[in-house]
C-alpha cells in the first residue's frame, strides 16, 4: 500500500504525541479501484466522502497520555473524557455502531434528490454509495498504564466478544525502566493479546503510522473487533525530525466477498422445500447493513423472521412478518431455520433440543468461516458479506414462481401464539395496583419513546422483558449487554450515541433504559452527561435488587434481627434509593415516580426539554418478574 509523506521539508522537531495524534487523524478510506469512471447528476456524492479520519477520543487521561489527547484536540479530533475505564471501551464501540445510523439521513436526502428512475450509470454510482455507506472504522479510546489498561480490558474484550471494531491506545512505562519497577509497569501488550486480533508496540516513533493503520485495517477487516498499540512513557514527548515521518493512509473499505453459487442454489432448494421456515436476523446483519435485502426475502416470500436482541430493526419489529412474540414457538418447531450474522450461542440456546427439533436444517450466513458448524453441523453454509450473500438469495428465488403460504398452518400457529403472548402482557400491563411491575412500566414507556430514537438498555429483567414491549423500527438503533453479558456498558452506550447524534442528528433522542443494579456500575458517568450537556433520558427501573429486592418494610423488619452482612440476601440493594439526586447533583433534571401518571408526565417533560439530561428514577414491585414461561427447559434468558 503506498504511503504518502504529509510533512514538508524541514529541520522542525515533532513529538511522539503528536505523531501519534497525526496518524489517527490520517487514517483515511480509500475508494476501492474500478469506481473512478462514475458519472451522473449526483452532485449529493460527496456527502458520502466524510472523511474516514478519526473525529472522537474517549479516554481518561493521566501520565503518560495526557499529551496525546491534547495533540488529538489541537488536530480537530474530539475528546470526550470518561470517569472509568470500561464505559470509556464501551463509549468507543457505540460510536462506531450509532455512527452508522447517519447514513439513514443520508439515503433519504439522496432518494429525495434523485427523484427518478436511475440510469445504467446512475445504478454504477449507487453501487459506489453503497460501498461508501460500509465504510466502517473503528472506535478509538485512551487508556493510562497499568490499573487503567486492566481496567479496560473487560470493555476490550466485550467488543471482541461482540465482534466490534475497537482501537485502544494505552500508555506504559519507559523502555529503559523495564523490569526495574517502573511506574505502573506491567505486560501490557501480552495481556492484551486475549481480548485482541492485534497487539503490538511500535519499535519507534518513526513505525507509530504504519502500527495505527494496521491496528485500524485489523480491526475492521473480516469479523471485526478490538485491536491494541501500546505506546511507551518516553515516546510521548520524545523528539524527532518531522520529515522522518511517513504518514500512511488508511487501508480500502473491507472486501466485499460472496458465497458459493451451488451453495446459494443449495440453499435456496431447502428454503423452497420448508414446511415450518423461520429466518433469524442477529447484529451481523445489522453491522452488514443488510436491511434492504432482508427485507425484500421476509415480503417477497412472505416468510416469518425473528431478531435477536441488536438485530432488532433491520426488519421493524413491527412487521406483521415478525414472530418475537412467539419466540419459543417459533424455535422449538420450525424445520429449516436462515442465520443471518447470528451466532449459535447461548441467546440462541445452542441450536440444540429440546429448543429446536433434533432434525431441524440450519441455514448459516456468516462472515467468519470459523463460526460455521459450531455446535450443530449446518445443512448449508454460506460465507460471505452479508448483505451480499442475501442479494445472492432473492436473486436465486426469483429464478422461479415461489413463495411461502401466508395462510399455511405454521403462520396460524405462529399468529395464535404470538396473540396469546401479546394479551397476557397486555394484562400484565394493565394492572392498576402499586407499586408498578415491569410490563406497565414499559408499556407506558412505549406510548411515548419517538420512532427514531436510540434505545440503550441493560440490566437483567429491564433487559430481557424491556426488549420484548420497547419497539426498534430502524437497524442500528439498540445497544444492550450483547453476546459478553457485560453489566455497566449502559451510559458508555448512551453518551457516545448521544455525541454523534448531537454532531449528525440533533433532534434524535437517546433513551437509555437501566436495571437499578445495572445503573451502579457506572452511575458516575452521569457527571460525564452532564459536562457534555448531553440530552440524554435515563431511565432506572428500580425494584431495590439485582433480579428481586425487598421494599422498605421488609427491610427493616430484616435488619432487626441480625447485621446486614448476615442476613440480607445476596440481590437485595437499599431500598427507595434516590437515583435521580445524582443527575440533579450535575445539574441534570431528576423525577422520582411511582405511578404511571407520574411516568407518563416525567417522560413527557423530558422528551420535551433537550437542554439539560434526565433521570427517571421508576419504582416498582421488589418481587417483580416476567410472565409464566413455557416449558421447565427454558434458562432464565429465554422469553417466550
Request: glycine letters at 8%.
Amino acid at each position: 500500500m503506498p504511503d504518502s509523506n504529509f510533512a514538508e521539508r524541514s529541520e522542525e522537531q515533532v513529538s511522539g504525541a503528536k505523531v501519534i495524534a497525526q496518524a489517527l487523524k490520517t487514517q483515511r478510506l480509500k475508494e476501492r479501484e474500478g469506481c473512478g469512471d462514475v458519472v451522473g447528476p449526483w452532485e449529493f456524492i460527496p456527502l458520502f466522502f466524510v472523511p474516514q479520519d478519526v473525529e472522537y477520543i474517549f479516554g481518561i487521561v493521566g501520565i503518560p497520555v495526557t499529551e496525546i489527547a491534547i495533540a488529538a484536540q489541537q488536530l480537530g479530533i474530539k475528546y470526550i473524557g470518561m470517569r472509568n475505564e470500561q464505559a470509556e471501551h464501551v463509549c468507543a464501540k457505540e460510536k462506531d455502531v450509532v455512527g452508522w445510523t447517519r447514513l439513514c439521513l443520508i439515503r433519504s436526502f439522496a432518494e429525495e434528490r434523485q427523484g427518478r428512475k436511475r440510469t445504467a450509470a446512475q445504478e454504477k454510482s449507487r453501487a459506489l454509495v453503497q460501498l461508501l455507506k460500509r465504510a466502517i472504522k473503528p472506535g478509538v479510546c485512551l487508556v493510562v498504564s497499568g490499573p487503567g489498561l486492566i481496567h479496560a480490558l473487560g470493555g476490550m474484550a466485550n467488543a471482541n466478544m461482540n465482534c466490534w471494531p475497537l482501537l485502544m491506545i494505552g500508555g506504559s512505562s519507559e523502555r529503559n525502566q523495564e523490569t526495574m519497577g517502573a511506574f505502573q509497569e506491567f505486560p501490557q501488550v501480552e495481556a492484551c493479546r486475549l481480548y485482541t486480533k492485534f497487539s503490538a508496540r511500535p519499535s519507534s516513533i518513526e513505525a507509530i503510522p504504519f502500527v495505527i493503520e494496521k491496528a485500524v485495517r485489523t480491526s475492521i477487516y473480516g469479523r471485526p473487533g478490538a485491536c491494541y498499540v501500546d505506546i511507551p512513557a518516553d515516546f510521548v514527548n520524545l523528539q524527532v525530525n518531522v520529515n522522518s515521518i511517513k504518514y500512511t493512509e488508511c487501508c480500502m473499505s473491507p472486501p466485499i466477498s460472496m458465497a458459493e453459487t451451488s451453495a446459494v442454489r443449495m440453499a435456496a432448494s431447502v428454503i423452497r422445500n420448508a414446511k415450518q421456515p423461520l429466518l433469524i436476523i442477529g447484529k451481523g446483519a445489522a453491522y452488514a447493513h443488510a436491511e434492504e435485502n432482508i427485507k425484500k426475502l421476509v415480503e417477497q416470500y412472505k416468510l416469518p423472521f425473528l431478531p435477536t436482541p441488536m438485530g432488532k430493526g433491520v426488519v421493524p419489529d413491527n412487521h406483521p412478518n415478525c414472530v418475537g412474540a412467539a419466540r419459543s414457538r417459533a424455535l422449538q418447531f420450525a424445520d429449516v431455520i436462515v442465520l443471518f450474522g447470528a451466532r449459535l450461542n447461548w441467546i440462541l440456546h445452542f441450536g440444540l433440543p429440546p429448543r429446536y427439533q433434533p432434525d431441524v436444517k440450519f441455514i448459516q450466513v456468516d462472515i467468519c468461516a470459523e463460526e460455521l458448524g459450531n455446535n450443530v453441523k449446518p445443512a448449508v453454509t454460506l460465507l460471505g458479506d452479508i448483505s451480499a450473500v442475501s442479494k445472492q438469495l432473492l436473486e436465486e428465488l426469483d429464478k422461479t414462481s415461489w413463495e411461502y403460504p401466508p395462510e399455511s398452518k405454521w403462520w396460524k400457529t405462529l399468529r395464535e401464539k404470538m396473540k396469546s403472548n401479546e394479551a397476557a402482557s397486555k394484562e400484565l400491563a394493565s394492572k392498576k395496583s402499586l407499586p408498578m411491575n415491569y410490563y406497565t412500566v414499559f408499556y407506558h414507556i412505549q406510548e411515548q419513546l419517538p420512532r427514531d430514537c436510540f434505545v440503550v438498555s441493560e440490566g437483567a429483567n429491564t433487559m430481557d422483558i424491556g426488549r420484548t414491549v420497547l419497539q426498534n423500527y430502524l437497524p442500528r438503533h439498540r445497544l444492550d449487554a450483547g453476546s459478553f453479558g457485560t453489566m455497566g456498558v449502559g451510559l458508555g452506550f448512551a453518551i457516545a450515541a448521544a455525541m454523534v447524534a448531537k454532531d449528525r442528528s440533533p433532534r434524535q433522542r437517546v433513551i437509555c433504559v437501566e436495571g437499578d443494579s445495572a445503573f451502579g456500575f457506572s452511575g458516575m458517568e452521569v457527571e460525564t452527561i452532564c459536562r457534555y450537556n448531553l440530552p440524554i433520558i435515563l431511565l432506572v427501573v428500580n425494584n431495590n435488587g439485582i433480579y428481586q429486592g425487598f421494599d422498605m418494610d421488609a427491610w427493616k423488619e430484616t435488619l432487626k434481627f441480625r447485621d446486614p452482612t448476615a442476613v440480607v440476601p445476596p440481590m437485595c440493594l437499599l431500598p427507595n434509593s434516590h437515583y435521580e439526586q445524582v443527575m440533579t447533583a450535575f445539574g441534570g433534571k431528576g423525577y422520582f415516580v411511582e405511578t404511571p401518571e407520574e411516568l407518563q408526565k416525567s417522560l413527557r417533560q423530558s422528551l420535551a426539554d433537550t437542554s439539560k439530561p434526565s433521570l427517571i428514577n421508576i419504582m416498582i414491585e421488589p418481587q417483580a418478574t416476567r410472565k409464566a414461561q413455557a416449558g421447565h427447559f427454558l434458562p432464565p434468558y429465554g422469553s417466550v
